[in-house]
């Protein structure tokens, strides 16, 4: 109650059984098409292949990244999006689980809703207490420790609500412990063997709730062992295991999970605690709901960059030579910074995934088309600088200036696509 009452846990009965239907053969389509795939992370400057398969569904022009590796959503139907799916079946799967994350929307609006009403009464409950045994204590005081007691617990509004619990995304999980070569043992409870390792999930918006949706294939083995009498947690079912950051003292917790069961991390609960998945006999699917930070993350945004970058070129009206408008230290390296986020950041990922996305959609090629377009006139951006730092009619100071500037970036550049190409 006190160290996990930020964990809410949903049984699949609570439910509507259409929405597990849809749901459900939603998974089982997109493994047909052969849309999850397992992602090359890095992690301490080496690569690792996950052992669970993915694939990110959500708003148009989303991002989510991970471990160094920025995944690209295949968008759900939204309306005013002109989105053209391989086939009917995946935009049915698309359209269940925009469903699915509205629904879970509404679900985490009111378990935080109820978490609020919650506490506002503990603290009324408590201070109420505290009055009755302390009548020495003056009038004045009583309203200073009242009003410290009210602030602990400020009911927030809709709109803040709204945004931490609005999902713009859902990571699919799929994992299936048989093709998993090696799984590691949970080394601090003793909770057997996980399929994903001890940790917090990345990318999200402060304090927003994370809702999964778990379905495990269960079938007669899990049966079997459900009959058993076991201590401790039960090998042949999935588990979803909690503990305290940086705590072994505190009793890890490890819930069962079946068929349709919900569980939603509200609040802070993804920063204060971490989270692991115990591994179960059978293939398992989750879908991941989250209020991803798409502050960095989104087309809307790294187009925005480019047209800031290209404010500076310009083309002769007669000519037609393209030149700088300005060659000031701090525009430059603004620009240039520019040409390394459009290359690191979205074109390089998204080929390094190879033909991936388009198992479902060819939505993502028209804007990666236009960010390459804008990449080459960047490209053009940086030569023109190194023909102005050329000259010599140039000021010294200003020169030198520039050239310090430019080399830093153009030094990362360099160094980033080694490590790409390595890659």
């Known amino acids: ?82 989105i053209k799916y391989c086939s009917p079946q995946i935009h049915d799967a698309c359209k269940a689980l925009m469903r699915l994350n509205d629904y879970l929307h509404i679900e985490a609006v009111k378990a935080l809703q109820g978490q609020n009403l919650f506490e506002t009464k503990e603290i009324k409950d408590t201070t109420a207490i505290d009055r009755e045994q302390s009548f020495a204590t003056s009038l004045t005081e009583q309203g200073s420790v009242s009003k410290d007691q009210s602030s602990v617990c400020v ?76 201590k401790g947690r039960d090998p042949a079912v999935w588990h979803v295991g909690l503990k ?81 408008k300005s060659l000031e230290t701090a525009v430059v390296k603004q620009v240039e910074e520019i040409h390394n986020e459009v290359e690191f950041e979205w074109l390089r990922q998204f080929w390094f995934q190879g033909k991936r996305y388009l198992n479902c959609t060819d939505w993502w090629l028209k804007p990666m088309a236009k960010l390459e377009e804008f990449w080459r006139k960047m490209e053009i951006m940086t030569s023109l600088v190194l023909s102005e730092v050329r000259k010599e009619q140039q000021m010294e100071e200003q020169r030198n200036e520039t050239i310090s500037c430019f080399l830093l970036v153009l030094k990362e550049r360099q160094k980033l696509r080694k490590e790409w190409t390595a890659r």
């Open 155 to 230: 009911p927030e509004d809709n709109i803040s609500l709204k945004n931490r619990t609005s999902y713009n995304l859902t990571l699919l999980n799929y994992m299936d412990p048989l093709q998993m070569r090696y799984l590691k043992q949970e080394p601090y409870f003793g909770m057997g063997n996980m399929a994903v390792s001890w940790h917090h999930d990345e990318n999200l918006v402060e304090r927003s709730a994370v809702a999964v949706y778990s379905y495990s294939c269960e079938d007669s083995a899990v049966e079997e062992s459900n009959g058993q009498e076991l």
């Open 1 to 82: 109650k006190t160290k996990y009452s930020k964990l809410i846990f949903r049984k699949s009965d609570t439910v509507p059984e259409e929405l597990h239907q849809t749901v459900q053969e939603s998974f089982l389509t997109l493994r047909e098409h052969n849309c999850f795939f397992q992602d090359l992370v890095r992690i301490k400057g080496k690569d690792f292949l996950t052992p669970v398969s993915r694939i990110l569904i959500g708003n148009p022009g989303c991002t989510y990244k991970y471990l160094n590796t920025r995944l690209f959503t295949v968008p759900w139907p939204t309306e005013g999006y002109d």
């Open 244 to 324: 305290v950051a940086w705590d072994i003292e505190t009793p890890g917790l490890a819930i069962p999970l079946h068929q349709g069961d919900i569980y939603l991390m509200l609040d802070d609960l993804n920063t204060t605690h971490q989270h692991c998945v115990l591994a179960g006999l059978t293939p398992r699917f989750s879908s991941t709901h989250r209020v991803a930070d798409c502050s960095r993350g989104t087309l809307e945004y790294i187009f925005g960059q480019c047209e800031l970058a290209l404010q500076n070129l310009q083309t002769d009206s007669d000519s037609m030579a393209l030149s700088l």
